[in-house]
């Protein structure tokens, strides 16, 4: 393979809520991450159920609230780098990163999310971390809003529901911006925000049991606007605070395959991307497609909407589509008897012709270059993926050794797709950050040992190790492939 387009920022995400602990130290509020209880999967099935991490009730907050317990509640220990952050940002300097990929907790800014005034020791601890990312020449790249809204504003306004949560995620944005003015430049508003459909909770900060089951979707749209609004003002005032600033949208790029050539399969795949398109193509266009309305108007919605809330969204749309993608899987009219498989927050049809990870992730690399292709003729906006790996269990050998030869080439595959998604088919790509570069809290399971990093973390799925890092195999690997912008492939 020849070198990547010059410029071009490799790099690994993480996000606050699955790695940096610290839950009670500097002044940060308690998140909806804090309260998510782990129910240690066993087997496939518990996987393919998983997804019901997002069922939350006011009891369960209750009960999660009456307890400083971490091995139940992993996310409020995560693998601490909010205690280990100069030390693990050195380890990611180490394999030449242009870019890092973060979120910042909005609980440790705006502890309720409510308040006017911020938490200066919260912003204080992200002015250390950018800086020490500086120090390196790593450039920040920060999502606002990464499945962590204020535990308050879930409990105290319905979350997004709420008409005011525009008013109090700008007032965050607002302060961010303009303290980072100097240390970020690139901006993602919120992290997958297609997914307030599938897991409420974590991304709309919506207790489900609070509202009829009937009413329920359309409390999720209602929320949703809400989102696309503040999203929309995000754009505009970090475009005002910081003039050389991109801002992005962020979405999971579920891709699926009709199951057969049936005519009903091709139509039930069509719709299904439709689904995922709608978040995208609303940042993007500015405007709502019709379809979304018209599904509106089907099921007889009452998304309260004003005509400033549709100038605003028109007015600030997005410079850039950034995206996740793990998987592909497929779609079919009539799902009887099929074998389904788990996926990103999802379970769908299983695709024979292709592999799964341990976790029954379907690993489609193919699938990375027809979403690069199907996202870049949609928009025609440069593309950035945010999110690509492969959750695996680990190995250490004796001799401390972590030999772990598949997230090479599971890497190394979907690298070479995007290199011919650029180079054969013109996709306009400005990086990608590979998920996640050090071990964390997996955001389904909530389990430690789905490992994706170049660097191993000591923590067992009940919090249990010295929290040491090393570095696997794959470090030096992916360090090469930066050194020679991609070339060693
Ligand atoms: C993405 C999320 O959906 O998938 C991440 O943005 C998440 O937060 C990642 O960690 C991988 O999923 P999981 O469940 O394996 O952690």
Not at 48 to 55: A, E, I, P, R
Not at 339 to 354: F, H, L, Q, R, V
Not at 412 to 421: F, L, P, S, T
Request: charged share 25%; with cysteine.
């Amino acid at each position: 393979m020849k070198q990547f387009p010059e410029g071009f920022l490799w790099g690994g995400a993480t996000a606050a809520n699955q790695y940096e602990g610290g839950w009670k130290e500097g002044g940060k509020g308690v998140s909806c991450s804090d309260v998510q209880l782990f129910t240690d999967p066993k087997s496939m099935k518990d996987l393919l159920n998983t997804h019901g991490l997002c069922d939350i009730s006011d009891e369960m907050i209750e009960k999660a609230l009456s307890t400083d317990d971490e091995v139940y509640y992993p996310k409020r220990h995560g693998i601490d780098f909010y205690h280990h952050y100069k030390e693990d940002i050195a380890l990611l300097a180490g394999m030449g990163f242009k870019v890092y990929r973060m979120s910042i907790a909005w609980s440790r800014i705006f502890p309720r999310g409510d308040e006017l005034e911020p938490n200066e020791e919260g912003l204080k601890f992200y002015d250390d971390v950018f800086d020490e990312c500086l120090k390196y020449g790593m450039q920040p790249l920060v999502t606002m809003s990464h499945y962590e809204p204020p535990l308050a504003f879930c409990m105290d306004y319905n979350g997004w529901y709420d008409r005011r949560s525009i008013e109090f995620f700008t007032r965050y944005v607002d302060v961010i911006t303009k303290r980072y003015k100097d240390k970020v430049k690139l901006w993602l508003t919120f992290n997958e925000i297609d997914s307030i459909i599938r897991h409420p909770f974590m991304t709309g900060g919506l207790i489900e049991s609070r509202f009829k089951p009937e009413e329920f979707e359309e409390v999720e749209y209602q929320a949703m606007h809400h989102q696309f609004v503040a999203s929309a003002l995000a754009v505009k005032m970090t475009h005002e605070n910081i003039p050389d600033a991109k801002v992005g949208c962020m979405l999971t790029k579920l891709t699926y395959y009709p199951y057969t050539c049936k005519p009903e399969d091709l139509l039930e795949q069509q719709q299904r991307m439709r689904q995922i398109y709608c978040y995208s193509d609303t940042q993007v266009h500015g405007e709502y497609p019709k379809y979304l309305l018209q599904m509106y108007k089907n099921k007889g919605f009452n998304i309260k909407m004003t005509d400033e809330d549709l100038e605003i969204m028109k007015k600030y749309p997005v410079d850039f589509i950034s995206f996740s993608y793990y998987s592909s899987s497929c779609v079919a009219a009539d799902t009887k008897g099929l074998e389904m498989s788990a996926g990103n927050t999802e379970t769908a049809i299983k695709n024979p012709y292709i592999p799964s990870s341990d976790w029954g992730w379907q690993i489609d690399p193919i699938g990375l270059r027809i979403s690069c292709v199907d996202l870049y003729d949609r928009y025609r906006k440069p593309l950035f993926i945010v999110e690509n790996g492969l959750g695996a269990k680990d190995t250490v050998e004796e001799d401390g050794s972590i030999n772990d030869d598949y997230r090479i080439d599971y890497l190394r595959e979907h690298i070479r797709q995007m290199y011919k998604a650029i180079e054969e088919d013109g996709v306009e790509l400005m990086g990608y950050t590979t998920w996640a570069p050090i071990d964390l809290l997996s955001n389904s399971t909530n389990q430690m040992s789905k490992r994706y990093g170049f660097i191993y973390v000591d923590v067992d799925d009940y919090g249990n190790g010295t929290y040491k890092r090393s570095k696997k195999k794959s470090y030096d690997w992916y360090k090469e492939v930066i050194a020679t912008n991609g070339s060693s492939i």
